[in-house]
């Protein structure tokens, strides 16, 4: 059983469009982030969202925005697409805060 | 969140030890150290964790400097697996985001 899991895992688009992100996890764990990692490989956090608090890095556009209908799910919509959102997108989750478990990614390309 | 600072990259013989170096002069008393890393087109991975002492797992051990300005990841014996990104994070507590460096671009040779 994956313990977090993303999808799509690739998603091409073109500019201008809205497109969303879904991430699951089944660890049963209380706080759920939203990674990007762009082209120069840096990982950085968009968002944390822990017992319906939402932590938001202030560096992200609020084109992007988080949604969680239960503990489980944090997806990510993204509207008006732009290119500079091209990047790998991980969903990852922990319960300690000490151990985070990290999806696969999702590749976004805008065309 | 204090920085850290660890080498660009690193070559590795398989089956041989591996010495990760990180500094993190300006760590402060509630910060842990944390080792993460990412094999090509995954994503990243938990390895370790630890305060003061050093720790084992079975992926890794943890050495930290007695003035916990540094650490060093060890990988017993490396695989061509191993071949990864690894990133030295500094934390406080439970409380805050995992802040990713550059990282060491690790190399196994066969």
């Known amino acids: 059983d994956t313990a977090v899991s993303q999808t799509p895992k690739y998603l091409v688009t073109q500019m201008g469009n809205d497109k969303s992100i879904k991430c699951e996890q089944n660890l049963g764990h209380d706080t759920m982030y939203w990674y990007k990692q762009d082209s120069k490989k840096f990982l950085k956090i968009m968002f944390s969202y822990n017992n319906k608090e939402l932590i938001i890095n202030e560096t992200v556009p609020n084109r992007f925005s988080p949604k969680s209908p239960d503990k489980a799910h944090l997806n990510l919509h993204i509207n008006s697409l732009e290119l500079g959102d091209s990047a790998v997108y991980f969903c990852?989750?922990?319960?300690?805060?000490?151990?985070?478990?990290f999806g696969q990614g999702t590749r976004l390309t805008v065309v | 969140d204090a920085k850290t600072t660890q080498p660009n990259s690193m070559e590795s013989n398989e089956e041989e030890p591996v010495h990760l170096p990180c500094n993190h002069s300006?760590?402060?008393?509630?910060?842990?150290i944390h080792w993460y890393r990412q094999l090509p087109s995954q994503g990243p991975e938990y390895v370790i964790h630890?305060?003061?002492s050093n720790v084992n797992n079975r992926m890794a051990s943890l050495a930290i400097a007695e003035d916990r300005k540094s650490s060093t990841l060890i990988l017993h014996r490396a695989t061509l697996r191993d071949a990864a990104v690894y990133y030295c994070i500094l934390r406080g507590g439970s409380q805050g985001n995992l802040i990713f460096g550059k990282g060491t671009k690790l190399s196994v040779k066969p």
């Open positions: 990852a989750s922990s319960q300690d805060g000490f151990r985070a478990f």
């Open positions: 300006t760590i402060s008393g509630t910060d842990y």
């Open positions: 630890g305060l003061t």
